[in-house]
């Protein structure tokens, strides 16, 4: 094969339309845009939405919910999860290598699900108040 014989595929690439050039073409005078109009004009256009003048829906109906995008980013681990790791010292990367972190996660919060019954210290990870006191109950820390 050589590049000055490639070629598109048979159809792939159809001949343009010519219109208004007359009327045998079969796209004279009007050339396919119709009779009259916002859309047989040129330059004829309107906002996307637009509804002529009445209210759009997406003005007319109430706006609901957030989404965080820190929540893509925030990875919850439980201390149920936290129980079955070996480590002593935990923070972000031990999550990670254990598989209890998605490698995209950039924070990590534990949040109390589950029981823990060893002494664990954490670095770097966000916890919320019930695992705080879980974990400094059983004489755990947080590092910031």
Not at 37 to 43: F, I, M, P, Y
């Amino acid at each position: 094969m050589k590049l000055n014989t490639i070629k598109p595929a048979k159809g792939s690439k159809p001949n343009k339309i010519r219109v208004g050039r007359g009327i045998g073409s079969g796209f004279g005078k009007t050339a396919g845009r119709g009779h009259k109009g916002q859309r047989a004009r040129s330059g004829g256009y309107h906002k996307v939405g637009f509804e002529g003048g009445q209210m759009p829906i997406q003005r007319r109906l109430p706006k609901r919910g957030f989404k965080s995008a820190m929540k893509a980013l925030t990875a919850e681990v439980r201390l149920s999860e936290i129980e079955k790791m070996k480590a002593t010292e935990i923070d972000l990367a031990t999550l990670k290598a254990e598989g209890f972190v998605a490698a995209t996660a950039q924070t990590a919060k534990l949040v109390k699900s589950g029981v823990l019954t060893r002494k664990v210290s954490f670095k770097g990870v966000l916890a919320t108040k019930g695992a705080r006191e879980a974990v400094t109950a059983l004489g755990g820390s947080f590092a910031e």
